[in-house]
């Protein structure tokens, strides 16, 4: 609340949920098995291949944005 002092506990909590589902949705797509791996070697697939750090932090920015113009302004 200190370095974002206009979110509220509802904008705090919803900030916490989706940084955490979005951790672990991104973290076993951007780290898969072997043959996953293999297989999106192949070029029609390399748009299905996640950047985790570059892919989190662009989505955390699009949400946090979100509810900056939710709340007027953090």
């Known amino acids: 609340q200190v370095a974002m002092p206009s ?4 904008g705090t909590r919803q900030l916490l949920t989706t940084s955490h589902f979005l951790l ?3 973290w076993p797509a ?3 098995s072997a043959a996953v791996a293999e297989a999106l070697l192949r070029p029609e ?3 299905a291949c996640i950047d985790f750090e570059k892919d989190l ?3 955390l920015v699009i949400f ?5 113009a939710e709340a007027g302004s953090l």
């Open 7 to 10: 979110l509220t506990m509802e």
């Open 24 to 26: 672990v949705g991104m």
């Open 30 to 32: 951007a780290h898969p």
């Open 45 to 47: 697939l390399q748009m």
């Open 57 to 59: 932090e662009a989505s």
């Open 64 to 68: 946090l944005r979100g509810l900056k």
